[in-house]
């Protein structure tokens, strides 16, 4: 048997189809460019990915009906987001992922966050 993230097709009795899916939201998995620099656009690639509690891309995530506002954990702001900070356009995400990229603009001090 082998299974993928997908749907699984073969012929014959002895054959065993599997389609494998999503659950429901759970967390979401950063993938931000590093480094970045304190007042310029982020470059590089940097999603933000909506992922079932096993790590699977929720690919029907949709941030109009569940809004995703991004904050830092550092000294500064996050700016460059429509609706203060917030994903919250049905188009935010695509197949479960947002590109941020040239988006979001981070102004503060240097750091991890």
């Known amino acids: ?3 993928n993230d997908g749907s699984l097709a073969a012929t014959g009795s002895d054959r065993l189809s599997i389609t494998v899916g999503s659950s429901s ?3 979401f998995a ?3 460019n ?3 620099s304190s007042g310029v656009a982020f ?3 940097n999603t933000i990915t909506a992922q079932d509690a096993y790590g699977n ?3 029907s995530f949709d941030a109009s009906s569940n ?3 991004i904050s830092a954990n550092l000294t500064g702001s996050i700016t460059g987001l429509s609706g203060t ?3 919250s356009g049905a188009g935010d995400f695509v197949s479960g992922v947002a590109n941020v990229t040239s988006a979001l603009l981070f102004t503060g001090n240097v750091g991890n966050g």
Do not use: D, E, I
């Open 1 to 3: 048997v082998a299974v």
């Open 57 to 59: 891309t929720v690919t």
């Open 67 to 69: 809004h995703v506002t």
């Open 25 to 27: 939201l759970s967390k």
């Open 43 to 45: 470059t590089g690639t």
């Open 34 to 36: 590093s480094p970045q």
């Open 85 to 87: 900070n917030k994903l």
């Open 30 to 32: 950063l993938n931000f």
